[in-house]
């Protein structure tokens, strides 16, 4: 098997108690990029930077056709507050998300809830799942023109350039919700306006690992994000490289693609 072909596992196992395994092994999926985000934090008003131990690592695949994609993500936050570790899986046709699951563990990579989205044009089928708890589904509408941001960094660039790219640089952004993991409805699809627009500084050029990538600035406003933001997009590849912003708190935080893999 070359380098440039995995024997892609599309789902390594139900993410609850009660689900089934929707996908098998799949040998004609290709890798396509690997990639690793990782956080700094710092005080108010201060300049000393610290790791988080926070880290994204996200791996996609390519189909048989070239318009399938799928993107596995792995959030490891077992070393922040909440001790959470996050895994993503997303389905793509075209461009168009199809189908989502996530699943949340504690630190001991106990599985504490998960939701599963199969995703139409207009409206979104929810399954919840938590341990213990029969499964729930409802079917949420959803309007016509929308972006999907499930989560994780390595989603936010294209998110973040088709809004700008809206006259008025607003839109309908449907992410799952996060505030509360302990809330029964955690990871259900949350629908929000949130705005994005590119900021007057001048390009810079971005070390990724050994590449040196040229970035654009954008402001990118709703959820946690308000005009104390900076994120830098890739030109090209609409990649986020990097973005720094203040909590509500004062607290600082910055995060950086410090891995980039494209074989």
């Known amino acids: 098997m070359s380098s440039q072909q995995s024997s892609h596992l599309l789902e390594e196992e139900p993410l609850c108690p009660g689900f089934t395994s929707r996908y098998r092994e799949r040998p004609d999926w290709t890798l396509r990029e690997t990639g690793t985000y990782r956080y700094q934090r710092a005080e108010p008003h201060d300049t000393a930077w610290k790791e988080t131990g926070i880290v994204e690592r996200y791996t996609a695949y390519r189909g048989p056709q070239d318009h399938q994609e799928h993107i596995r993500v792995v959030r490891d936050a077992r070393k922040g507050p909440a001790g959470l570790l996050l895994r993503i899986d997303a389905w793509s046709e075209a461009g168009a998300l199809t189908h989502l699951d996530l699943a949340l563990s504690d630190g001991d990579d106990r599985v504490r809830a998960s939701v599963v989205c199969e995703i139409a044009p207009t409206s979104v089928r929810v399954t919840r799942a938590r341990p213990g708890v029969l499964p729930e589904q409802e079917t949420m509408p959803l309007p016509g023109s929308h972006h999907w941001l499930p989560l994780t960094r390595n989603f936010l660039g294209p998110v973040l350039c088709g809004l700008a790219s809206q006259p008025d640089g607003r839109g309908t952004v ?90």
């Open 174 to 263: 449907v992410v799952p919700d996060l505030r509360d993991p302990n809330a029964k409805d955690t990871l259900t699809p949350l629908v929000q306006v949130r705005e994005a627009a590119p900021l007057e500084l001048p390009p810079q050029q971005l070390a990724v690992g050994e590449q040196l990538l040229m970035a654009e600035a954008y402001r990118f406003i709703g959820g946690p994000y308000d005009a104390n933001s900076t994120f830098w997009v890739c030109a090209n590849s609409q990649r986020l490289l990097r973005y720094g912003f203040v909590a509500p708190s004062g607290e600082q935080w910055s995060c950086a693609l410090v891995e980039l893999t494209t074989p």
